[in-house]
């Protein structure tokens, strides 16, 4: 067993075996050239065969946790444990402290690695999707950061990492118009809207969203008409709490944990 950066020649085999992760699919085929290009993915041998891999993608004073991967032969030997640690070494090397991952809740067995590597669940986020709609909204961006107490998460999503939601960082979301409010004097809601270039070309995600029902719903409206606008084919929100809105299409999925450990 040996771990080292993966190689452009390992994508094939990887591949293979990452094509049924999640009923359906997987995404890794989608980011293997980023992850790559940045240098932090890593492969674990068995041989001379490339039969796992990790990424450790780095924001700011964070390491991901990403995109661990096994061959179904190799699984239960220890191979997921070493590669995250080999992350983690990564991540110390490079003065970074925090280590974060996400794992979907009814998926048991990653939880309980994850938890015996002293990771700790940190937050429980809804994922729902939603379908583009030409439509007028109440809600509006917002280019004021003082009346923001609303984004009261320590964290928001963003291409599926999560991040620190500091007064840096909402100042900066707020510069960049991608923080949405319903009613502007006292905001009843407010929402994350992730621009990101790392989300599937038809995808347009909500990070964030709390507050009233009805603001709530405004505020889903305006990113509904949002993606209508940009022509793509879907929307996927993803929450701190439970939605209690009602609106056509709202589509629930499943449950995430956010996960986190310090270094």
Known sequence: MRIR??????????????????????YVDRVWDRWLAKKNLLAIEHGKQAV???????????????????????RRRGYASELITEAENLAKRKKISLARM??????????GLAKKMGYQIESIWW?????????????KLTTDTKKLS????????ESWNWFALDKKRIKKLVKAKR???YKDKKPEAVGIWNRSSKLDDDVLQLGYLRGTALGQK?????????????????IQILVPD?????????????LFCLLKKKL
């Not at 796992?52 to 096994?70: K, L, P, T």
């Not at 439970?242 to 499943?254: A, S, T």
Request: aromatic share 10%.
């Open 127 to 139: 994922l729902y999707n939603l379908h583009p709609k030409k439509q007028k909204s109440s809600a």
């Open 242 to 254: 439970e939605l209690k809105v009602c609106i056509k299409g709202l589509d629930k999925r499943m």
């Open 5 to 26: 950066h993966a190689k452009k020649r390992d994508k094939h085999q990887i591949l293979q075996f990452c094509a049924r992760t999640f009923r359906w699919g997987d």
């Open 179 to 181: 923080v949405i409010i």
């Open 218 to 234: 405004q505020i889903l409206k305006f990113i509904q008409n949002k993606a209508y606008e940009l022509g793509k084919d879907r």
């Open 150 to 157: 609303m984004l009261d998460s320590a964290t928001y999503s």
């Open 102 to 111: 996400i794992i979907a809740k009814n998926n048991k067995r990653s939880l």
């Open 52 to 74: 796992g891999i990790c990424n450790a993608g780095f924001s700011g004073d964070q390491v991901w946790i990403e995109g661990i991967r096994i061959h179904p032969e190799f």
